[in-house]
């Protein structure tokens, strides 16, 4: 399975954000010819802050059409660009890290921010979705940002 077109949603989880960033990263490095868009929701906003991690995200998604950032500060409530999950934009949608309220809303069809509604629109799309959740059983250890 190949993607060239990524759409990447981020929400406000800081366990797996370093390592998310990480293999986008790498993915580009060894994949120059793939393109990802960022959907960041508000909490993420946040959270890419503390972590130090807003600025860099550029390494990833540079600018150009299908390389943008989105944040949901900006995109309103109808959160407009979401539209390209139904113009066969995306290869794939991977939501990582996604918090247990993200998982939930998505469990039960709530589409309520910018990443939610990304995923709504990509399953009514047809375009695979891929979703991280952070709240696993088990024992786990989080990074913190400082």
Known sequence: MSFQRIAWGIT?????????????KEIKL???EVSVNTYISK???????????????VKISGGDYLEEIFRESEQGS????VGRFLLDRYDALFVT?????TVSKI?????????????????KGGVPVYIVPV????????????
């Open 97 to 101: 890290p996604a918090t247990s309220n």
């Open 107 to 123: 469990a039960y069809g709530i589409a309520d921010s910018l990443v939610t509604n990304a995923v709504a629109q990509a399953v």
């Open 43 to 57: 909490a993420a906003e946040e959270v890419l802050r503390m972590y130090g991690l807003e600025q860099k995200l």
């Open 12 to 24: 406000g989880a800081g366990h797996f954000l370093d390592r998310s960033y990480q293999v986008f």
């Open 30 to 32: 060894r994949n120059p």
């Open 78 to 81: 109808s959160s407009p660009k």
């Open 135 to 146: 709240d696993i059983e088990g024992s786990i250890i989080s990074e913190m940002p400082y």
